[in-house]
C-alpha cells in the first residue's frame, strides 16, 4: 500500500515526510522535484515569503545511489523563515509575546481553536497554512517519477481568475504544462491572461485578494484504475477529496461538469467506438475520462474552484477569542491570488492518487516486477 505521512508548520523548522509502499528500483532525480517546487513558488500575485523560500529537498532514508530502496523514503524541506521565528516556533519554549486572538473568517482559524481547545490561534494557522503544500507537491513529484515509466502525465493550467475567464485554448495535452509555465498566470488565452493580471492588480491594490478556477488533465491512464465494488474505491471519489483537500479549494468537477447536467442523456454520453489499432474509444469525452469510478484511457480531465485567500490586507470583521468583543481579523503575510500555485499542488496531487491506484493493481516489490505485470495486463487486452 502506497501512503505518506507529513509534518512540519508554516514557520517551523522544516516540513518532513514519510513515503511508504514505494518499488525498489524507482529513479529518483532531486533536482526534477526542486524543479517541481519552484513551479509552486511562481505565480503573478504570490507573497513576499516567495521570494525568501527557494525550496529545496533533501532524501534522509530511502534511497541509495539515485534510486528507492523499497523501504520508507523520508524527505525534508527546510523553512529559510524558520531563523525569523525561531523564539515564537520553538517546539521547547516559546518566548513570551504576541498571542493571535483574532481569528480570520474563511480559514481554519475559529473551528481549530474550538476543536482543539486552543487559546492562540497560532497553534492552528501554522499547520493549516498552505506552506504544506510544498512537501505535497514534493510528494507528487515522487508519484510523477513512477507514472512517468508507464507514459502516464499529469498536466495542468488555469481557465479563471476572479470573473474573468479564458477562452478554450487548442494545445498539444502533452505540452500543456510547458506553455501554462510560461504564463505568469499559467493561463493560455493571452487576452486573458493580460485581464487576470490586471484583476490581480486591482485586487492588491484594494487590500484583497482573488480565487479561480484551474484544470488538470491526466493523460495515459490505463483501463481500470479504481473500482465500482466499493464507494471508497472510486477514482473519481478519491480524485475529488485530493482535490477539494487542498487549502481554499471549494469546488471540484470532471469532465463536462456542471455544465453537463444541462444537457440531455443523448448529448451528454460518450458513444463507444472500436478501432483494431487502439481497441476501445470515444466520440467525446465528457465524462472526463472516468466511468463507474474506473479510468477508461480518456483523458481525466478534473477543475477545482479555489475561493479567494482568506487573509485580507483590510482585513474583515472578526471577534477576540479572550474578551468576545469585536475585532479586525489577524493580518498575516500573504498571498492575493494563489490559483497559478494551486494548479501545480493539484497536479501533485493527482499524480499522487493516480499512483496510488496504480500500484493497488499492478503493485509489486521492485519496478521492474511492476512492469511486468503492467505489460501482461496490456497483452490481454
Same mark, same amino acid.
Given at each position: 500500500?502506497?501512503?505518506?505521512?507529513?509534518?512540519?508548520?508554516?514557520?517551523?523548522?522544516?516540513?518532513?515526510?514519510?513515503?511508504?509502499?514505494?518499488?525498489?528500483?524507482?529513479?529518483?532525480?532531486?533536482?526534477?522535484?526542486?524543479?517541481?517546487?519552484?513551479?509552486?513558488?511562481?505565480?503573478?500575485?504570490?507573497?513576499?515569503?516567495?521570494?525568501?523560500?527557494?525550496?529545496?529537498?533533501?532524501?534522509?532514508?530511502?534511497?541509495?545511489?539515485?534510486?528507492?530502496?523499497?523501504?520508507?523514503?523520508?524527505?525534508?524541506?527546510?523553512?529559510?523563515?524558520?531563523?525569523?521565528?525561531?523564539?515564537?516556533?520553538?517546539?521547547?519554549?516559546?518566548?513570551?509575546?504576541?498571542?493571535?486572538?483574532?481569528?480570520?473568517?474563511?480559514?481554519?482559524?475559529?473551528?481549530?481553536?474550538?476543536?482543539?481547545?486552543?487559546?492562540?490561534?497560532?497553534?492552528?494557522?501554522?499547520?493549516?497554512?498552505?506552506?504544506?503544500?510544498?512537501?505535497?507537491?514534493?510528494?507528487?513529484?515522487?508519484?510523477?517519477?513512477?507514472?512517468?515509466?508507464?507514459?502516464?502525465?499529469?498536466?495542468?493550467?488555469?481557465?479563471?481568475?476572479?470573473?474573468?475567464?479564458?477562452?478554450?485554448?487548442?494545445?498539444?495535452?502533452?505540452?500543456?504544462?510547458?506553455?501554462?509555465?510560461?504564463?505568469?498566470?499559467?493561463?493560455?488565452?493571452?487576452?486573458?491572461?493580460?485581464?487576470?493580471?490586471?484583476?490581480?492588480?486591482?485586487?492588491?491594490?484594494?487590500?484583497?485578494?482573488?480565487?479561480?478556477?484551474?484544470?488538470?488533465?491526466?493523460?495515459?491512464?490505463?483501463?481500470?484504475?479504481?473500482?465500482?465494488?466499493?464507494?471508497?474505491?472510486?477514482?473519481?471519489?478519491?480524485?475529488?477529496?485530493?482535490?477539494?483537500?487542498?487549502?481554499?479549494?471549494?469546488?471540484?468537477?470532471?469532465?463536462?461538469?456542471?455544465?453537463?447536467?444541462?444537457?440531455?442523456?443523448?448529448?451528454?454520453?460518450?458513444?463507444?467506438?472500436?478501432?483494431?489499432?487502439?481497441?476501445?474509444?470515444?466520440?467525446? &469525452?465528457?465524462?472526463?475520462?472516468?466511468?463507474?469510478?474506473?479510468?477508461?484511457?480518456?483523458?481525466?480531465?478534473?477543475?477545482?474552484?479555489?475561493?479567494?485567500?482568506?487573509?485580507?490586507?483590510?482585513?474583515? =470583521?472578526?471577534?477576540?477569542?479572550?474578551?468576545?468583543?469585536?475585532?479586525?481579523?489577524?493580518? =498575516?503575510?500573504?498571498?492575493?491570488?494563489?490559483?497559478?500555485?494551486?494548479?501545480?499542488?493539484?497536479?501533485?496531487?493527482?499524480?499522487?492518487?493516480?499512483?496510488?491506484?496504480?500500484?493497488?493493481?499492478?503493485?509489486?516489490?521492485?519496478?521492474?516486477?511492476?512492469?511486468?505485470?503492467?505489460?501482461?495486463?496490456?497483452? &490481454?487486452?
Amino acid at each position: 500500500m502506497l501512503r505518506y505521512l507529513s509534518a512540519g508548520e508554516s514557520h517551523g523548522r522544516c516540513l518532513t515526510a514519510i513515503i511508504e509502499g514505494l518499488p525498489a528500483g524507482l529513479p529518483l532525480d532531486l533536482a526534477q522535484i526542486d524543479g517541481e517546487l519552484a513551479r509552486r513558488q511562481r505565480g503573478y500575485g504570490r507573497g513576499p515569503r516567495m521570494e525568501l523560500e527557494r525550496d529545496r529537498v533533501q532524501v534522509l532514508a530511502g534511497l541509495r545511489d539515485g534510486k528507492t530502496l523499497g523501504s520508507p523514503l523520508a524527505l525534508l524541506i527546510e523553512n529559510r523563515d524558520w531563523t525569523n521565528w525561531e523564539k515564537v516556533m520553538d517546539p521547547v519554549s516559546v518566548s513570551a509575546g504576541e498571542v493571535l486572538t483574532n481569528p480570520r473568517p474563511g480559514h481554519a482559524d475559529l473551528p481549530g481553536v474550538i476543536k482543539y481547545r486552543q487559546q492562540d490561534v497560532r497553534n492552528i494557522l501554522e499547520r493549516a497554512s498552505a506552506r504544506e503544500t510544498a512537501m505535497r507537491v514534493a510528494v507528487g513529484a515522487v508519484a510523477k517519477a513512477l507514472l512517468a515509466h508507464f507514459q502516464v502525465q499529469v498536466v495542468s493550467h488555469v481557465v479563471a481568475i476572479g470573473d474573468v475567464t479564458a477562452a478554450a485554448v487548442m494545445a498539444p495535452h502533452g505540452d500543456l504544462s510547458l506553455l501554462a509555465d510560461e504564463s505568469p498566470v499559467r493561463c493560455l488565452d493571452p487576452e486573458a491572461e493580460r485581464a487576470m493580471v490586471a484583476a490581480i492588480k486591482a485586487a492588491q491594490k484594494e487590500g484583497d485578494s482573488l480565487g479561480g478556477v484551474f484544470e488538470v488533465i491526466a493523460l495515459g491512464v490505463p483501463w481500470g484504475l479504481g473500482s465500482h465494488v466499493h464507494w471508497d474505491r472510486k477514482l473519481d471519489g478519491r480524485l475529488a477529496q485530493a482535490i477539494v483537500s487542498i487549502q481554499g479549494v471549494k469546488g471540484v468537477e470532471f469532465g463536462a461538469g456542471f455544465a453537463g447536467c444541462q444537457l440531455p442523456g443523448s448529448s451528454f454520453h460518450d458513444e463507444i467506438v472500436y478501432d483494431p489499432k487502439r481497441g476501445y474509444t470515444f466520440t467525446s &469525452n465528457n465524462a472526463g475520462g472516468i466511468q463507474g469510478g474506473m479510468s477508461t484511457t480518456a483523458p481525466i480531465v478534473i477543475r477545482g474552484a479555489m475561493k479567494p485567500i482568506p487573509t485580507l490586507a483590510k482585513p474583515l =470583521q472578526s471577534v477576540d477569542i479572550k474578551t468576545k468583543e469585536p475585532t479586525p481579523a489577524s493580518v =498575516q503575510r500573504t498571498d492575493s491570488c494563489a490559483v497559478p500555485a494551486a494548479s501545480i499542488v493539484a497536479e501533485a496531487a493527482v499524480a499522487w492518487e493516480l499512483a496510488v491506484a496504480f500500484l493497488e493493481k499492478f503493485g509489486g516489490d521492485s519496478l521492474a516486477e511492476i512492469k511486468d505485470n503492467y505489460n501482461q495486463y496490456l497483452k &490481454n487486452l
